[in-house]
């Protein structure tokens, strides 16, 4: 089993800042591929953002990229997501996943087997 939880979500203004923090337990993390999902409202779940665990290679949904940074610290068991010039359309529940061990970083849900509960970001214009 393991458990993930986001937590650093929240509400602001357009071009404002958030760090989403995912804290990982149950499994190694240093040898898990991770990834950042969003749900907007009335939406399917998307990927936004994902990182390898042999050589922290990462990927990123075009809309985000330049203005989203994933990154984490495997001595914390932590994932992050910097997200700096937050748009309107950035608004959504923001997830992070975990890829079954030793497996690469994918864009795609259904390839990871552990989700977090959500943290709620809304961007105002």
């Known amino acids: 089993q393991v458990q993930l939880a986001e937590s650093g979500g929240g509400s602001v203004q357009a071009g404002g800042s958030l760090r989403l923090s995912c804290a990982a337990s149950g499994r190694v993390f240093s040898e898990t591929a991770m990834g950042w999902f969003r749900q907007a409202p009335g939406e399917e779940r998307v990927f936004v953002a994902a990182?390898?665990?042999?050589?922290?290679?990462?990927y990123y949904e075009d809309s985000v990229k330049g203005r989203f940074t994933i990154s984490r610290d495997n001595a914390k068991n932590t994932l992050y997501l910097q997200m700096n010039n937050l748009k309107p359309e950035d608004t959504a529940v923001y997830f992070c996943?975990?890829?079954?061990?030793?497996?690469?970083?994918?864009?795609?849900?259904?390839?990871?087997?552990?989700w977090g509960q959500g943290t709620q970001v809304t961007v105002s214009s």
């Open positions: 990182i390898a665990w042999i050589n922290d290679s990462t």
């Open positions: 996943a975990a890829r079954p061990p030793y497996t690469g970083a994918s864009i795609l849900g259904d390839n990871y087997d552990y």
